[in-house]
C-alpha cells in the first residue's frame, strides 16, 4: 500500500486560504485515483476534491466549487488541495486517500468523492483544518 503524508493545515481565518499536500512516499501517483476528504466532529466524512492522474478529471464537493482547486504541478508524488475564501464551515480533518491502478482504471472521480466504492484505498492520518477569527 501507498503511505500518505498529509501537511499544511492549520488555523486560518475566514475568507483565507490554504494549500494542502499529500505526499506519497515511495512511489509515483501514476495512473492513480486521488482524492481529499473531510470529517467534522459529529459528522460523516465526506468527498471534497478528486483526482484522476491518468485522465485529468476532477470532482468538486458542491459547497467547495469555484473555492478550491486540486492539482499534481510537476511533483510526481505530491497532490495538493488549495482552498480559498475558507469559511467557518470548512473546518474539519482533512484526509488524503488514494487508489492505484488497475483499480483505479474501474471508478471514477464522482463515484470516489460521493465513496460508492473505494477499492485498495490508502489513508492519510489527516491534517486539521480550523477556519476561525
Known amino acids: 500500500q501507498v503511505q500518505l503524508v498529509e501537511s499544511g493545515g492549520g488555523l486560518v481565518q475566514p475568507g483565507g486560504s490554504l494549500r494542502l499536500s499529500c505526499a506519497a512516499s515511495g512511489f509515483t501517483l501514476d495512473f492513480y485515483m486521488i482524492g481529499w476528504f473531510r470529517q467534522a466532529p459529529g459528522k460523516q466524512r465526506e468527498g471534497v476534491s478528486c483526482?484522476?492522474?491518468?485522465?485529468?478529471?476532477?470532482y468538486y464537493l458542491d459547497s467547495l466549487k469555484g473555492r478550491s482547486t486540486i492539482s499534481r504541478i510537476n511533483a510526481k508524488t505530491t497532490v495538493y488541495l488549495q482552498m480559498n475564501s475558507l469559511k467557518p464551515e470548512d473546518t474539519a480533518v482533512y484526509y488524503c486517500?488514494?487508489?492505484?491502478?488497475?483499480?483505479?482504471?474501474?471508478?471514477?472521480?464522482?463515484?470516489?468523492?460521493?465513496?460508492?466504492?473505494?477499492?485498495?484505498?490508502?489513508w492519510g492520518q489527516g491534517t486539521q483544518v480550523t477556519v476561525s477569527s
Open positions: 483526482l484522476s492522474i491518468s485522465d485529468g478529471s476532477t
Open positions: 486517500a488514494a487508489i492505484p491502478a488497475p483499480a483505479a482504471l474501474y471508478i471514477n472521480v464522482e463515484a470516489m468523492c460521493l465513496q460508492r466504492t473505494l477499492p485498495s484505498v490508502s
